[in-house]
């Protein structure tokens, strides 16, 4: 006799769906973190489907937090872009089908929040000169409903000024 268990990690899957909520509860039971010493520290707020965020990020070591003031949750995903990536690029990729994985530079950390929740935790980076980072949240309200960066919950930034 043979089993075979077959995951599927599609958007919405069961799979993701249980995952998504024991990180979650995990989430509820950690303590509070502090700003990293010496660094910035930026509010991201999220409301549903946008983020709110200081129109200039300065270069340097920053600690960022998110507050979720919307009704459903929602991530704060934080990636660095390629020199000369645009945000519109990376969302043209992403509505075509495609993963805009080339055109990145990398995904620098995710912060995850409740309806009406900040995080406990914190992302800390140090954000570099002249580049852009994307501000993102791919989470979906139900399996057969868009991800909320579809519905507009995308943000870029530029890092301004020098160290």
């Given at each position: 006799m043979?089993?075979?268990?077959e ?8 799979y993701?769906?249980?995952?998504r909520t024991?990180f979650l ?25 946008a983020f709110q965020i ?11 937090r ?14 660095l ?11 043209d ?19 995850i ?5 900040t995080?406990?935790?914190?992302l ?5 000169p ?16 868009p ?9 870029s930034?530029?890092v301004s000024?020098a160290?």
């Amino acid at each position: 006799m043979r089993f075979q268990v077959e995951v599927s990690w599609r958007p919405g899957s069961p799979y993701q769906l249980v995952v998504r909520t024991v990180f979650l509860l995990t989430l509820g039971a950690c303590k509070p973190q502090a700003s990293v010493p010496g660094s910035t520290e930026v509010l991201v707020t999220g409301s549903d489907y946008a983020f709110q965020i200081s129109d200039t990020l300065r270069p340097g070591q920053t600690t960022l937090r998110f507050a979720n003031a919307g009704n459903v949750d929602h991530e704060m995903g934080l990636a660095l872009l390629r020199p000369g990536v645009t945000l519109a690029q990376v969302m043209d990729v992403m509505k075509a089908g495609g993963s805009p994985d080339s055109l990145l530079d990398g995904i620098v950390g995710i912060l995850i929040a409740r309806p009406g929740a900040t995080t406990l935790g914190s992302l800390a980076t140090d954000l570099l000169p002249g580049r852009t980072y994307a501000l993102f949240c791919n989470f979906q309200d139900a399996p057969d409903k868009p991800p909320h960066s579809a519905l507009g919950m995308v943000a870029s930034r530029t890092v301004s000024g020098a160290r």
